[in-house]
C-alpha cells in the first residue's frame, strides 16, 4: 500500500508512466531497435491499416522514460552542481503559489528554476539548500484548499522525506526562523526576480542577499541525456503536430483551424501545454513575428507561418515552417524561402563549441546566417535582403521555450538552441521563418528536428500527397 504522498509524487510523472506500464513489449522493442519516435512516424506512413493502429500504438508508448527514482537522484544531482557553483552558501528558493502562478485560464504552473532544483509540482513549497543538507518546505494540509484542487503532500505525511528526495521536509511555517539559523555565518543567495523572492528578505532582515540567477541558468544551460531525451518528445509532438497541419491546409480554411489541429495532436499524446501561444500567420500576418490573433481566413498563392511547439512533461519544443497554402511555391516565394533555408543551414554548418548564438561579429551564428541572406538575393529595389532579417538567429530551449541563459556563455556540448532565421518583406506579403532545434555536440550540433521536411521541394511532396 503506497502512501499518498507516494501517489502525489508518481503522479508528477503521469505520461511516462502510464505508457510504460501499459505497452511493455513496445518499449523492450524501443530499447533493441534504438528507433526515434521521428522514424517510427516515417514507416508508420508507409503500413497498412492495421499496421497504423500499431504503430499509433508504439509512438504513444514512446514517452516512456526515466523513473520517478532516476529524476529523483537526477534534481539530487542539479542541487549538488548548484553548492559547487557557490561552495559554502545558502540558497532559499522560493516556488510558485496557486494564486501567483496560476489563473482560472491556464492553470497552476511551477516555477522553473524551481522545478529544475528540486522536482516539485505542487504549489507553494520552499526549499533552503545548504552545504550541510537540503529542505523542502510544504504547506501544511488544508481541507478547503484540497476541496478545489485535490490531494497535496505535506510535511505531516509518513515517508515523505524519501519520496521527495531530500534530508529534511518541514513545514513552510518554519521557513523564517530555520533560514535565520542556516544562514548564521554563512553567504546567502536567492532567484532576485522570482516572484516571492521578498520572503526571503523578509526572513533575514538587514542581511545581505545575492542573485543565484546566472549561477542556476548555466546549470540549465546544458541538457543531461534524460533532458534531451524528453526534448525529443517534445519536437517529436511537434513534428506529428506541423505534418498534421500541412495534411488539412487548404485554401478558405481560418488560421484557427489549422492551430486546432495542431494543439490537437499533442494533446492527445498526453502533452500538457502549449509551449507558447500558437502562432499561425497567413499571407499577410507571415510578417507579423509574434502574430497570436489567428482569425484570418487564407487564400491559394499565400504563404502560411506556422510557429508551433508543445509542452511536454515540462518541456518546450519550438518549431517553424512556413508553406504554400496551395501546395506550390511561387517562382518568387521559392527564391526567397531558399535563401532562408540557405542561412539555416549555413548557421547548423557552424555551429560548435565555443561560437555565439546571439549577437553580431566574428564568432557568431547569427553573423553568419545575416552575411548569407546580404550574399544572396535581392529586394524589388534591388537592395540587399538583410534589412528584412528582424530578428536574433535563435536561443536556448529546455524546461521555457526561452529557456534561462548566461548570456556571456558561448556554446558547449549539451545545450539545446533553436536556429530560426527569417524574412519578413511586407511590401511582397512574403514572411518566411524556418525554425529548428540542435543540440551541441562535441564536435558540431545534431539536428533535432530534422524528421520535418525543411526542403521546399520535399514540403512540396508531402503537401501533394494531401487529400
Ligand atoms: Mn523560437
Known sequence: MRSLAARLLSNTRKTELLAAKQIPVFLNNRKQNGARPSEVAGRCRRVSRVGKVLCGLLLLA??????????????????????????????????????????LRSGFQQESNFYYLTGWREPGALAILTPGGDYLLLPKRSDVRERYTGKKASPEDSGIGPLTGFDHVLSTDEFG???????????????????????????LGGKE??????????????????????????????????????????????????????????FERGCERHAYPPIVGSGPNSIVLHYGANRRRMDQGELLLMDVGAECSSYAADLTRTVPVSGRFTPRQREVYDIVLGAQNAAIAAARPGMKLTGTGAGTLNQIALDYVNA???????????KYYLHQLGHHVGLDVHDATDGSIALAPGMV????????IAEENIGIRIEDMILITENGAKLLSGALPREAGDIEKALKRRK
Open 177 to 203: 526562523p530555520k533560514l535565520r539559523e542556516l544562514a548564521d555565518n554563512r553567504s546567502v543567495f536567492t532567484l532576485e526576480k522570482v516572484s516571492g523572492a521578498e520572503k526571503v528578505k523578509e526572513a
Open 209 to 266: 542577499i545575492q542573485d543565484a540567477t546566472l549561477a542556476v541558468a548555466r546549470l540549465r544551460m546544458v541538457k543531461s541525456a534524460r533532458e534531451v531525451e524528453q526534448l525529443q518528445v517534445s519536437i517529436d509532438a511537434s513534428v506529428a503536430a506541423h505534418l498534421a497541419a500541412w495534411k488539412r491546409m487548404a485554401a478558405g480554411l481560418f488560421e484557427y483551424q489549422i492551430a486546432a489541429t495542431m494543439g490537437n495532436t499533442y
Open 417 to 424: 538552441v533553436t536556429i530560426e532565421p527569417g524574412l519578413y
Open 376 to 386: 544572396h538575393g535581392k529586394d524589388l529595389k534591388g537592395a540587399p535582403l538583410g
Open 62 to 103: 514512446i514517452p516512456a522514460l526515466a523513473s520517478d527514482a532516476d529524476w529523483r537522484q537526477e534534481y539530487a544531482r542539479r542541487r549538488a552542481a548548484l553548492r559547487k557553483a557557490l561552495p559554502d552558501a545558502v540558497v532559499a528558493l522560493v516556488g510558485g503559489t496557486e494564486a501567483e502562478r496560476g489563473d
